[in-house]
């Protein structure tokens, strides 16, 4: 299985969420990233059997999807919500998640998208990060709930990018969703136990789960 890179895409100039001081904000303002430029996407992720989009409005977001199939991708699609986006755009958002073949988002994202039971849940998979209670996973209809191991809290930042670059590259190794998703959290919880995503704490359950799922054949 071909899992396309997620980072490996043009640096450019421009404003960053990242401050001076090594403090994190968030605005709304995009900068660099306002628009999509599709001409970074290298051709040879087309031939991906997993392609996940992370943060971005959801405009951008329906702007790459409609890329990825006007050149007749392939791929198994994800996509990942933000609070803020589903807030602001909601019916965008949802239109992202109508149009993809797996979602990632929190409860109150959840909440915002279909807390109102009149509006219909998308076909899709659904992946809910519920943080220190781990995930659930949410397949035409039926929810299936996969606990946290109790984690000490250090910096909670880039647990749910973890937690979905986890599940995916699992998938496309043959795992099944729901193995897939507790080796996944098992990640996400060590990960927030550090700051960053290059802790002792992360590399270390990394390299667990490699190996256990190393042997791991099919039934």
């Known amino acids: 299985m071909n899992l396309a890179p997620v980072l490996d895409l043009d640096e450019r100039p421009g404003p960053s969420a990242t401050n001076p001081d090594g403090t994190r904000s ?39 999807l409609e890329y990825l199939h006007e050149r007749g991708c392939r791929a198994h699609i994800s996509a990942d919500m933000f609070e803020h986006y589903v807030a602001t755009y909601p019916t965008t958002s949802r239109e992202v998640c109508d149009s993809v073949d797996l979602i990632f988002m929190n409860q109150a994202e959840y909440d915002g998208l279909y807390g109102d039971a009149q509006l219909p849940v998308p076909k899709a998979p659904l992946i809910v990060k519920r943080g220190p209670f781990g995930a659930r996973l949410i397949v035409d209809g039926h929810p299936q709930e996969v606990e ?64 256990e799922t190393g042997e791991y054949q099919p039934g």
């Open 26 to 64: 968030f605005s709304a303002e995009l900068g660099v990233a306002a628009a999509v430029q599709t001409e970074t996407f290298p051709a040879h992720y087309l031939d991906a059997d997993y392609i996940h989009l992370g943060t971005a409005p959801p405009d951008q977001q329906l702007t790459w």
């Open 148 to 211: 946290a191991p109790v984690a000490q809290l250090v910096d909670p930042t880039g647990g749910g990018e973890v937690l979905a670059g986890v599940f995916l590259a699992l998938r496309a190794d043959g795992l099944p969703e729901r193995l897939a998703l507790r080796y996944a959290v098992r990640a996400a919880s060590s990960c927030v136990a550090d700051y960053g995503v290059t802790g002792s704490h992360l590399i270390a359950e990394l390299e667990a789960i490699r190996n």
